[in-house]
T-cell receptor, first 111, second 114 residues
């Protein structure tokens, strides 16, 4: 069974600070996704990365897929209270149809 | 991407009863997925529902406890049967996004069993 680990588990920062959260596995994934989930809502897809070493930017969010396609990071610049939520990474292996979700990083950005 | 309407959004149920959760998608999709998210936890896949065939259940989940219907390409239901407090969770349906890049989720059903 493929497993994804995320760190840190919890993160509380002040508005304006930068942060990085990590998603790691010993397995190779054909693609990896990042989602943000707010209370009372389902997860919302932020980005999909497919190519090893790929970097994608979404406004203040920068996503990187590791060269070996086993890990990924999400960097947020100048965090805002609206960034508060549960950040989940999910990987699709080379053989399966489904995604495996990591345990999530719960981010709180204080004004 | 697809838009999913999921209901009910929340419910409080007595133990021993059953609750049926509905998901309606605004476009035709081949597969729909049902997830459980226990308090403070990540998502666990319950089953995959294909139209016209029985759902495929993941290890630890059985049809008698979580029967699923998929009568057409835009609709599915998940029933949580003979509920106990351990079934208190958020239940989410999802579909694969256009081009298979990721999932679109419903807003979830927050179930509390008392």
């Amino acid at each position: 069974t493929q497993l994804l680990e995320q760190s840190p588990q919890f993160l509380s920062i002040q508005e304006g600070e930068n942060l990085t959260v990590y998603c790691n596995s010993s397995s190779v994934f054909s693609s990896l996704q990042w989602y943000r989930q707010e209370p009372g809502e389902g997860p919302v897809l932020l980005v999909t990365v497919v190519t090893g070493g790929e970097v994608k930017k979404l406004k203040r969010l920068t996503f990187q897929f590791g060269d070996a396609r086993k890990d990924s990071s999400l960097h947020i610049t100048a965090a805002q209270p609206g960034d508060t939520g549960l950040y989940l990474c999910a990987g699709r292996d080379n053989y399966g149809q489904n995604f495996v979700f990591g345990p999530g990083t719960r981010l709180s950005v204080l004004p | 991407s697809a838009v999913i309407s999921q209901k009910p959004s929340r419910d409080i149920c007595q133990r021993g009863t059953s609750l049926t959760i509905q998901c309606q998608v605004d476009s035709q999709v081949t597969m729909m997925f049902w997830y459980r998210q226990q308090p403070g936890q990540s998502l666990t896949l319950i089953a995959t529902a294909n139209q016209g065939s029985e759902a495929t259940y993941e290890s630890g989940f059985v049809i008698d406890k979580f029967p699923i219907s998929r009568p057409n390409l835009t609709f599915s239901t998940l029933t949580v049967s003979n509920m106990s407090p351990e079934d208190s969770s958020i239940y989410l349906c999802s579909v694969d996004s256009d081009r298979g890049g990721g999932y679109t989720f419903g807003s979830g059903t927050r179930l509390t069993v008392v």
